[in-house]
């Protein structure tokens, strides 16, 4: 949900406190004598601060909560033990949405300070409740706050929340779970919601006994109460902040081995097997890794039918959409495998970085996420077998971070909104890239020795960025060179000039929407590496001023900087630079490895983006391609043709989309004819087959088109029983969605289907239909949140817009409900909001809701989308046309 704060000037006591800095923000609240009773109608907020004050910490939740998933609601009780710094009259902490009925203060003796009922104020704009004491708090005492709560079950996906799910028979059961990260811990109990406020958890939770209570520790005891009720009663938590607490309700089944349990709905049980096996393996691996055994007794994974998230990393009970967690061999292919252990591996992670060890504060999520991200790259050649993981990731991170609209890795956050917003591929991908050059950089020995002991050291507790340029440092200053990738915004270039034996370097700021005005005083520190035809060595260079010089030798043929991708930085060669790679690969292509010709392609294709290569040179660079045997460059070289076909299929360019079609079909048709239409082969080969065969399919290929119409055809026969290879069954479902009788089996199959993942394939496949009717209807059922889930939304609206015929649907759909699509908290994914729409009219729409979506980065990352691709069309269309005419002719 989209919250917008406005920081309000609140008045303690009749005295006026000024607005004050996140770090101002520990000041005492002005403490009274003993005082009468007073009613909240004499009383004025005492707090005018976004972050809480830190001088009450609290210690100890004891938590009870009582869900009823009939009436949809809960009513719950907090004693939360507090350490008192400062003399004070006030607890301020976080609540919103929730009844407070009851507050009282208790001594540490649990004596009462006071006989009266305590006056309870609320701020809903800081989502904060103040709780006054007439007698005063004494610094250095401890103190207990006793509350008494009630709230309806969250109908969104934040907070405590009621989802549902269906059985075959057709029944609609409810269960009740929990997601918190950032900031919605609050939403269902009262509690200081910061990641500093580090704190100790019992909690009981009360249910039927057709039920079941998963929470972060193991049941300790289970009590049966006088009107029939169980009551849970969990083991005390170790020491973890507000957003990593979790409770659930539910009626799932489980799998378990060793200390981990994977829960899913009962009908969906045979599906989460998988999930053990690798959950249990990288366990395992991760525990060896960091050289600190796992620290909770007990590893739950639950499958939540509603969740918007991949998934969520709470301690000792991480939640998952059941597209990240269940796995159907009959329906999931081998990328849905991949995803699967990758969201595992990535949720794993964090229990180390994040739970063991927490940043102190939003601004540094990356110090989560990013470290959980590159782990999954770390952790899966132990379990899977993905070489381009890193590659997407990278590449993912700088087509991001070469927008104007991008931010640094750490960079301010105090609302919600703001929070929310640094959940994004800057803090994710690029914080997981910058890592993985770190690591290049320091040695893989002494990278792993450092963040094991920046593990130990900070263990239980919170720290910042500069704690892990200490701990990884030995004895090296690492700050000075990390702080320029951290703290400023952007991907460096690196402009190679090959003069004698010398290159010449000149480093600037990539940006593939550059203005005249942007700023030019962008410097990193810039760990260059790069291999020569006269050696096998790896030659490296810290490139730290803008211009620089390094020696190579006269006898040197050809130069490749950023050797196997491994520095977050794009290589740009003047001269006869490109030439010269460009004949390499003509030559003998093998001389590069796999992921040096991927990065080729890679920098290529983004330099023209920018303006700063031509078009037919890029086209040139992958004219080799028909020799290329590693499918990792064939999918990045494939995957521009295929880019600049949608654009132009989109902007309607006819000759230009037959002319691309026709290429790409001759020029693949070796590649195209070897395919099987099978799931056989290693995870790369099975990823092509699957791009490569969808792609010949919405080209028109004929072959193509037969096989996949006798597939749908053998499919209807069945009754939509039979099984199709996983890898082909998207492309199949979409030929056979075209036709009315193929599109109506599929959505029935939809309706009916209990496989998540199986449903998402045939949701792509309803959404290619050629009739906007259809499509209409589909985005209807969309917003109706009944055979569409909620959850699929925003994936929905991406789908219909990535199709021709409904790019134009979709962004009037977007308009029209945008508000609806704000309050189902869409609006903080750029899908949604920009569907592969290129016009002028988009801009006026976000001015003409300026003051709604003013805090919405998204909103600014749609504008330099659109400017991006007006500015490629401006650039490259005559290039392109011009070239493909060569080819065709």
Not at 235 to 245: E, F, P, T, W
Not at 612 to 626: M, P, T, V
Not at 731 to 744: I, L, P
Request: glycine share 4%; charged share 20%; aromatic share 10%.
């Amino acid at each position: 949900m989209v919250r917008f704060l406005v920081l309000a000037l609140l008045s303690l006591a009749g005295v006026t406190q000024t607005s004050a800095s996140p770090t101002q923000a520990s000041e005492p609240l002005n403490p009274t004598e003993e005082q009468p009773p007073l009613g909240t109608g004499s009383l004025s907020f005492p707090w005018s601060h976004l972050r809480l004050p830190g001088y009450i910490v609290p210690l100890h939740y004891h938590l009870l909560l009582h869900p009823n998933l009939t009436m949809l609601s809960y009513s719950g009780t907090v004693r939360i033990e507090l350490q008192v710094q400062n003399n004070t009259n006030w607890v301020v902490l976080h609540s919103k949405g929730l009844r407070i009925t009851t507050a009282t203060m208790l001594d540490q003796n649990l004596a009462h300070l006071s006989d009266k009922v305590l006056p309870v104020l609320h701020n809903p704009t800081h989502e904060q409740t103040a709780i006054f004491s007439p007698r005063v708090l004494s610094g250095g005492q401890k103190y207990f706050l006793f509350l008494e709560f009630g709230a309806e079950l969250g109908e969104g996906f934040y907070g405590f929340y009621r989802s549902t799910y269906r059985t075959s028979s057709g029944e609609t059961r409810n269960l009740a779970s929990t997601h918190f990260e950032p900031t919605s811990a609050r939403m269902a109990f009262p509690c200081f919601d910061e990641p500093s406020f580090k704190a100790n958890y019992s909690i009981s939770i009360r249910r039927s006994r057709a039920h079941t209570a998963l929470s972060n520790m193991p049941i300790e005891q289970t009590v049966v109460l006088d009107d029939g009720l169980m009551e849970d009663r969990f083991a005390v938590s170790v020491r973890m902040s507000s957003y990593l607490v979790a409770f659930i309700v539910c009626d799932f089944k489980s799998v378990s081995a060793t200390t981990v349990s994977v829960y899913a709905a009962p009908e969906k049980w045979q599906h989460t097997h998988y999930a053990l096996k690798a959950a249990v393996k990288l366990l395992e691996f991760y525990e060896k890794y960091f050289n600190i055994k796992y620290p909770l007794p007990k590893q739950d994974l639950v499958a939540i039918p509603d969740f918007q998230a991949g998934a969520m990393e709470n301690w000792g009970l991480i939640t998952f959409r059941e597209t990240s967690l269940l796995f159907d061999p009959a329906t999931s292919s081998g990328s849905d495998r991949v995803w699967v252990t990758m969201v595992i591996a990535h949720e794993l992670a964090h229990q180390w970085f994040g739970n063991l060890v927490t940043m102190q504060w939003w601004n540094d999520i990356w110090l989560n996420e990013g470290f959980a991200r590159y782990m999954e790259y770390i952790s899966l050649p132990f379990f899977i077998s993905q070489e381009d993981y890193l590659v997407d990731t990278c590449f993912a991170a700088i087509g991001r971070d070469s927008l104007n609209s991008s931010h640094p890795i750490s960079s301010a956050a105090e609302s919600p909104t703001q929070i929310e917003e640094m959940f994004d591929t800057v803090s994710y991908d690029k914080g997981a890239c910058v890592l993985h050059m770190l690591r290049h950089y320091l040695t893989d020995q002494v990278f792993q020795s450092g963040i094991v002991r920046y593990l130990r050291r900070y263990s239980y507790s919170n720290a910042h960025n500069q704690d892990l340029w200490d701990s990884l440092a030995n004895h090296l200053d690492l700050t000075s060179m990390m702080n320029t990738w951290t703290l400023q915004t952007g991907v460096p270039l690196v402009t190679v000039t090959r003069q004698g034996s010398h290159l010449l370097l000149k480093q600037e700021r990539f940006l593939r929407t550059a203005h005249p005005s942007d700023p030019t005083w962008f410097l990193w520190h810039i760990p260059l590496t790069y291999r020569t035809d006269t050696s096998t060595s790896i030659h490296r260079h810290l490139m730290t001023t803008l211009t620089d010089s390094m020696e190579v030798g006269e006898e040197v043929g050809w130069v490749k900087v950023n050797v196997d991708m491994a520095g977050y930085y794009l290589v740009h060669y003047d001269g006869s630079g490109w030439d010269d790679l460009i004949q390499l690969l003509k030559d003998n292509h093998t001389a590069l490895t796999f992921m040096d010709r991927t990065h080729l392609i890679h920098n290529a294709f983004q330099l023209t983006t920018a303006g700063r290569l031509s078009l037919d040179k890029a086209l040139d660079l992958i004219g080799y391609l028909r020799s290329e045997s590693h499918t990792v460059p064939l999918l990045e070289g494939l995957g521009y043709l295929e880019a600049f076909y949608r654009i132009v299929e989109r902007r309607d360019i006819p000759d230009v989309t037959q002319n691309l079609r026709t290429y790409i079909l001759w020029y693949f048709r070796d590649v195209i004819d070897r395919q099987t239409w099978s799931d056989k082969g290693s995870v790369s080969e099975r990823r092509l087959r699957s791009e490569l065969l969808s792609l010949a399919c919405h080209l028109g290929d004929l072959p193509c088109l037969k096989q996949a119409q006798r597939s749908f055809t053998h499919w209807l026969d069945s009754n939509s029983t039979l099984n199709l290879p996983a890898d082909v069954a998207e492309t199949v479902y979409s030929v056979g969605a075209q036709e009315d009788t193929g599109w109506a089996s599929l959505l029935q199959t939809y309706t009916h289907s209990l496989s998540e993942t199986h449903k998402r394939k045939i949701l792509s496949a309803l959404a290619s239909s050629r009739d906007t009717n259809k499509l209409t209807r589909l985005l209807e059922l969309g917003l109706e949140g009944e055979v569409i889930r909620t959850q699929d939304l925003d994936s929905l609206i991406a789908m219909v817009a990535r199709n021709p015929r409904g790019r134009h649907l979709a962004w009037s759909y977007v308009q029209k409900y945008w508000s609806t699509l704000v309050d189902k908290g869409m609006a903080h994914n750029p899908r949604p909001c920009l569907p592969g729409v290129c016009v002028p009219q988009v801009r006026v729409f976000f001015e003409s809701i300026h003051e709604q979506a003013s805090q919405l980065r998204v909103t600014e990352v749609a504008m330099d989308n659109i400017q991006k691709n007006i500015l490629w069309l401006q650039r490259n269309l005559g290039t392109l046309r011009s070239w493909l005419d060569q080819q065709i002719d």
